[in-house]
């Protein structure tokens, strides 16, 4: 967890008074992968390749371009026939901290489906994670958003494990994961981020916006 207190300060001062006093809810974009679930294209990976993937090696987001290398083609062949959140889990806390805030707060989940390595079966990843969601997630599907451009979509607050898709939000959250595990909290200052890496973190963050 690294809060920048003076970014929040600022977000509550921005906040308007019907958002302030609880008669109108904060909009919260939440991303799906990584903060909400680990697919498991690691296992995945693992899987094809016949031994174990270290993540601590690996920093880049794309994950498959290093650990896959040159075999990368001949892993996406049969990319639709993947189910990455077979067996996945949501994370601790999660459905807990959104049902626990929710009269306070309106919860989007906005998630990207769309592999670049495998385009044509954007639909079966896309109807995996729909899936997925309406079972482990207490989010309502009316809210659930599949964009690959998080961009177009404007709340008070964005959670995501990418900087890129914090655009439009007056409150930047960033939720850790090994691609940005190691971005110095002077980063962090200077674009204005809050760090948070369990849904304890975001408990206590909702709490302090509210309170
Ligand atoms: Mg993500």
């Known amino acids: 967890m690294y809060f920048n207190y003076e970014s929040i300060l600022t977000f509550k001062k921005k906040l308007s008074k019907a958002k302030l006093s609880g008669d109108k809810k904060i909009t919260v974009m939440i991303d799906m992968d990584s903060v909400m679930v680990d697919p498991l294209y690691i296992e995945a990976m693992e899987k094809f390749l016949g031994h174990d993937i270290d993540l601590d090696d690996v920093n880049s987001f794309y994950v498959q371009d290093v650990v896959l290398g040159d075999r990368k083609k001949e892993f996406?062949?049969?990319?639709?026939?993947?189910?990455?959140?077979?067996?996945?889990?949501?994370?601790?806390?999660?459905?807990?901290?959104?049902?626990?805030?929710?009269?306070?707060?309106e919860f989007y989940m906005c998630t990207d489906y769309i592999w670049k390595e495998?385009?044509?079966?954007?639909?079966?990843?896309?109807?995996?994670?729909?899936?997925?969601?309406?079972?482990?997630?207490?989010?309502?599907?009316?809210?659930?958003?599949?964009?690959?451009?998080?961009?177009?979509?404007?709340?008070?607050?964005?959670?995501?494990?990418?900087?890129?898709?914090?655009?439009?939000?007056?409150?930047?959250?960033?939720?850790?994961?090994?691609?940005?595990?190691?971005?110095?909290?002077?980063?962090?200052?200077?674009?204005?981020?809050?760090?948070?890496?369990?849904?304890?973190?975001?408990?206590?963050?909702?709490n302090l916006i509210i309170s």
């Open 76 to 105: 996406f062949a049969n990319f639709d026939k993947v189910n990455l959140y077979d067996g996945a889990k949501i994370f601790d806390g999660c459905n807990e901290v959104l049902k626990k805030y929710s009269d306070r707060f």
């Open 118 to 206: 495998a385009v044509w079966a954007a639909g079966a990843n896309l109807m995996n994670k729909y899936n997925f969601m309406l079972e482990s997630s207490v989010i309502t599907p009316r809210n659930f958003i599949f964009t690959g451009d998080k961009s177009i979509v404007k709340t008070d607050i964005k959670i995501d494990d990418r900087t890129t898709n914090l655009v439009n939000a007056r409150l930047k959250v960033l939720y850790t994961a090994w691609h940005n595990k190691n971005m110095p909290d002077e980063k962090l200052d200077k674009e204005k981020l809050v760090r948070v890496s369990t849904w304890e973190d975001i408990d206590y963050l909702f």
